[in-house]
């Protein structure tokens, strides 16, 4: 299911070998960006009933929630089980990094994807991208070819992990229920990275790939057929997010900093509150809390009303 047509308002295994890994330096891509000129904050709160077979992960893949997220907002620890009938809470807001005019906007730590049209958030995904030491390429890119079916052509990089876990070494994997990029593949014009589907979709909303960005397969379907080549990615890296609605409510999302480049988060925070000219909140019970907790939840920490 897609999460689609929201205008801004108030309110398994990766197919890829990426441009980065643990052994690369990054550049410094941390520049705090341009909010969206209206509401930042997408999402909404509601009920969810549990069905035969559901685990917080799964959910999570499904909403854009970590499982931690949705464990510590029903009160019970991430290692529960679920049982069909059990109704849970779920908080899947968050807040819009940036705008773009047209293209595709993901920031790795949030594990979402932003489709814009004509200055204007038409969709968001929950997405899965790069493991610690297979990072997901950060940059300013553009989809150069868009396949239905794909042949996955195995990176040596990952033949190469293949043979050292003791794995039948692969080269080409045809299209198929085997196929790790699923049914639509949207290559970037970074070196051997993409936007595909998968055929493991509970793992999707997790740092689970070799660099690519992988999706739902409804959401990489209803995707594939939004876009098209030469269509913008821009890729940032922003673990702290901090947006101030028309209404006068200030919020803040915090995910952890899986990559390790954020630097002090609270001195992140309060540079990118200054930037904006946002109550930075320093000091409060609020502020304090999001930011120690990580959850990766648009959380609100101040009100003008």
């Known amino acids: 299911m897609a999460l689609l047509a929201l205008v801004i308002g108030i309110a398994a295994i990766a197919a890829c070998a ?17 909010l969206p000129p209206r509401g930042t904050v997408v999402g909404k709160q509601f009920t969810y009933t549990v069905e035969k077979g559901d685990t917080l992960s799964g ?5 854009g929630v970590s ?20 109704v849970l809470r779920v ?42 030491d297979w990072q997901t390429p950060t940059g300013s890119f553009k989809i150069v070819t868009r396949e239905t079916d794909p042949v996955w052509d195995v990176p040596v990089s990952i033949q190469r992990e293949m043979r050292q876990k003791g794995e039948r070494v692969r080269k080409k994997v045809p299209p198929g229920p085997d ?3 699923g049914e639509y593949w949207m290559g970037l014009s970074a070196t051997c990275c993409g936007i595909h589907s998968t055929n493991a979709p509970q793992s999707v909303y997790q ?23 030469e269509t913008p990615v821009e890729i940032i ?17 915090v995910h952890p900093d899986i990559y390790g480049r954020a630097g002090n988060r609270v001195e992140r ?25 990580e959850e990766g939840i648009a959380t609100l920490i101040s009100s003008d009303r």
């Open 269 to 293: 925070a309060a540079e990118i509150a200054e930037t904006h000219r946002l109550p930075s909140g320093g000091g409060s019970p609020e502020w304090e809390e999001t930011l120690r907790g």
């Open 18 to 34: 990426p441009i980065l890994s643990s052994q690369t330096t990054p550049s410094n891509d941390l520049r705090i960006a341009p």
């Open 91 to 132: 908080d899947n807001r968050h807040i819009v990094p940036s705008s773009l005019q047209d293209g595709i906007l993901i920031n790795l730590p949030q594990r979402l994807l932003f489709l814009f049209e004509n200055g204007r958030l038409v969709a968001w995904y929950p997405v899965a991208v790069g493991q610690p």
């Open 67 to 86: 499982a931690k997220g949705l464990a510590s907002r029903n009160g019970f620890a991430v290692s529960a089980k679920l049982r069909p009938g059990q």
């Open 59 to 63: 959910i999570g893949a499904r909403f």
């Open 179 to 181: 196929n790790p990029l």
């Open 207 to 229: 740092f689970k790939t070799h660099g690519c960005v992988r999706m739902n397969p409804d959401d990489a379907e209803d995707l594939f057929y939004r876009v098209e080549v």
């Open 237 to 253: 890296y922003e673990p702290i997010l901090l947006a101030r609605n028309p209404d006068g409510t200030t919020f803040m999302e």
